[in-house]
């Protein structure tokens, strides 16, 4: 039963994750009673802690849980898509069921906010470029000055990752196609970055990805996308919809590095026009001052970046990046990329081809492992290299003292690196920053 003697409790299962993390301090700012489990303690948690939520545990067991629960009754049991699939008898859930307390997965939860609060809801999914794309909705609409809530899966430098703005009307959300969360939501408007075939073992075959998407369009009152994501999805005949020609955003003033991130910015400006009446100019020129994000060729040190490419698409699109800011000074552009997780590979080992094209070197460590079939095999990085287009630009390495040394051999030669990885703990990204730090 409902708490009545109290406000809602929300109990969040994985709240020091880039998805639960920030819609547990969405709802801490809505008015709700929040607490939280993680597995391990991180920076996130600690500043989850510096912004009010104090209830938090390190570790998930029945007896915490149950605790929390004594102390004030738990109404809500938000969990992540790990605690369904990869623990059956997760002890906090189990926990839940027995106390017959409502839980759900976040959507739900971020529904019921939305319509608690009367927000409408924008939008921005797409296989790349999702969470770049939100971060210059939310710059957008902070430079023009009008209220809205958000939440975004990477850290910003103007604002926190997730917000409830208290009179706004709108909410821009990072609309992940991960375990189909985003066909949870109707949007008042959508923008779509770019479609291609991903999350394999949610989506088996291309068509199924294909009709996620269609379906989600069909849900939402008006999408933004591009031409060839039109054409890829069959959506000739279709309504509601504006389908833009990639060739307006290098046909304007825009100068953010990146054929992908003009394309991205273009799509948000597009957006936002219709919605605010401000005239393209101006937000051009307002989209010229954004910062960027974390982990979106973030410099760790000079000519030391990261980034989150960890598909083919992402790769090319990371690489246009860093092959217009090296072009400045005349440098030679060297990635070090780590897969994200061994499942894809299977995949996507094709698509590689000339996706590091333009790189003068590449290092190619082993996967990141997460969420892996224990039935399909390992693939090493020496067999990935065979499906380049030319395997002599790369090196199968691992992360260790000889890696470092050749890392460091490029930036004494004033090469620009940038380090390619998608995982989070114990990641390519993390050692980056463990073995270079700021002097």
Known sequence: MANTKHRMHIFFSGIGGTAIGPLALIAKQAGYTVSGSDKQDSQYIEYLKKHGIHDIHIGQTN??????????????????????????????????????????????????ILADKKLRLLAIAGTHGKTTTTAMMIW?????????????????????????????????????????????????????????????????????????????????????????????????????????????????????????????????????????????????????????LQRRMEQIIPNLYSDYAHTPEKIRGGLSVALELAAIKGQNVVVVYEPLTNRRQHYMIDDYKDCFAGARKVYWIPSYLAREDPGQRIIPPSEMITHLSDPTIATPMKRNAELKAAIQKHLDAGDMVVAMAGGGGDSLDEWIRAEFKPA
């Open 63 to 112: 007896q915490a849980i149950a605790a929390v629960h004594q102390k004030q009754p738990i109404d809500w049991f938000v969990y992540s898509s790990a605690v369904e699939k990869e623990d059956n008898k997760h002890p906090e859930l189990e926990f839940i069921k027995e106390q017959a307390i409502k839980y759900s997965k976040r959507d739900e939860l971020l529904n019921q």
């Open 140 to 292: 957008l609409f902070k430079q023009l000055g009008l209220p809205a809530s958000h939440s975004v899966g990477a850290k910003i430098s103007f604002g926190d990752m997730g917000h409830y703005q208290p009179g706004s009307e709108y909410f821009i959300y990072e609309a992940d196609e991960f375990d189909r969360n985003f066909l949870a939501f109707e949007p008042y408007k959508s923008l779509i970055t770019g479609v291609s075939w991903d999350h394999h073992e949610i989506f088996p075959t291309r068509e199924d990805y294909q009709e996620a998407f269609k379906e989600f369009i069909s849900q939402s009152s008006w999408t933004y996308l591009w031409q060839d994501d039109a054409d890829y999805l069959d959506l000739a005949g279709s309504t509601h919809i504006s389908i833009l020609d990639p060739a307006e955003a290098e046909r304007t003033d825009l100068q953010l590095p990146g054929a992908y991130n003009r394309l991205d910015a273009w799509l948000v400006i597009e957006a936002v026009h219709e919605i605010t009446n401000e005239p393209l100019p101006r937000l051009v020129e307002l989209m010229n001052g954004f910062p960027g």
